[in-house]
């Protein structure tokens, strides 16, 4: 249901779906006429990266969802200042039009135009398909923008690691999804560690743009302002700082509702489960109902989310504002593997990096 619809087949690249620009557009449109009717339009102007960041690129979303407007205006800078930035001249824009309409599976299209600046949502209401900041600007349409002006748009994060003496180094790191990228964004150094002084700050979790800087070396920000952060399993032990996040101005997504004392829930949350909740469908839920074979017992849909923003971090990097980010001094990829391996190794050098980089798989 995803789409890169580029002029020619080829430049859609080999991992993903594409589609004809034209005949699109109108598939798209002829989808979306009329399915704003009797609703609030909003339209949501908005920068990926601090505004005054000349790596920063901002976007202009369209939508008929109240949910997409608040999630917008934690993940992304959005606000009047932002309008600075789109001129009569200026076309170097991201245009998004996000369209509810029946939430129909069938007619459900997340399509990207790459020459066009233009990503169209039709048909979904899920984080990943309608905040277009995220994975639709920050990553596919970027990556466009990026090669075509001699830059990248990853999807790692970005921590800093500060020694004893004061000193920071900054890593982006790669995983697939549920192998631990915002647990290692957030880490919380081992007491050992901590008694020495060392300390982890958190410049993001989720999307890294890199770039060569004047001095050489390879400099990155996050685009984003938040934390969209999949619920089930963050915890008090696994991840304190994502939990902590979480505490103020934070929107939570297909979690329970624990009517205990009135505050969401999920499994992992605790070791306990709520005697009495409201699942995330809206039914009554209590523990015998609960199945780990079977998902919709679920109180939490698995893939229930919060979205926070970044400056509930705890551990939040002091260089997350840096219009010019940070250093970056190594790039670690990494998964789950079921067989015995090195549980670390390293590349012999930048090259050699890149190839481990490219033949890297995670089970």
């Keep these: 249901r995803t ?11 080999p991992t993903n779906h594409w589609k004809e620009p034209v005949e699109t557009y109108k598939m798209l449109y002829d989808i979306a006429r009329g399915s704003y009717k009797g609703k609030t339009m909003y339209v949501i102007p908005y920068s990926m990266g601090p505004i005054t960041s000349p790596y920063a690129k901002v976007g202009l979303e369209v939508t008929d969802s109240i949910y997409v407007v608040l999630n917008m205006a934690i993940m992304t800078r959005v606000g009047k200042e932002v309008l600075a930035h789109f001129g009569d001249t200026n076309n170097d824009w991201v245009r998004g039009l996000h369209a509810s309409c029946d939430i129909d599976e069938e007619k459900r299209y997340i399509c990207h135009f790459p020459e066009d600046n233009t990503i169209i949502s039709v048909n979904s209401g899920y984080g990943g398909n309608v905040l277009l900041g995220k994975k639709c600007f920050a990553l596919r349409i970027a ?82 302002n938040g934390f969209f952060g999949v619920a089930p399993g963050t915890n008090a032990k696994s991840n304190p700082n ?37 699942d995330w469908k809206g039914n009554e839920w209590t523990p015998d109902k609960f199945d780990k074979k079977d998902k919709p017992p679920y109180a939490a849909h698995p893939n229930s989310r919060f979205t926070a923003p970044a400056r509930n971090c705890p551990c939040l990097s002091p260089e997350f504002d840096n219009p010019e980010g940070v250093p970056i001094s190594a790039i ?14 390293q590349s012999f050098n930048w090259q050699h990096g890149v190839f481990i980089g490219s033949i890297m798989a995670s089970e």
């Design 3 to 13: 789409f890169i619809c580029s002029k020619k087949e080829e430049d859609a690249g």
């Design 143 to 224: 990556s466009y923008l990026a090669n075509k002006e001699g830059w990248m748009a990853e999807h790692m994060l970005i921590l800093g690691i500060e020694n004893p003496q004061g000193e920071i180094k900054y890593i982006a790191a790669a995983f697939p999804s549920a192998c631990g990228k915002t647990n290692l964004a957030m880490l919380i150094p081992p007491e050992l560690y901590q008694k020495q002084g060392y300390k982890v700050w958190c410049v993001g979790d989720d999307i890294a743009w890199l770039r060569q800087g004047p001095d050489g070396r390879l400099w990155a920000i996050n685009p984003e």
């Design 242 to 278: 994502a939990l902590e996040s979480t505490r103020k101005n934070t929107i939570f997504t297909n979690v329970a509702l624990n009517t205990e004392d009135n505050t969401v829930w999920w499994e992992g949350m605790t070791d306990e489960m709520p005697a009495h909740a409201i």
């Design 332 to 345: 670690v990829f990494g998964g789950r593997r079921a067989k015995t391996a090195p549980l670390v190794y």
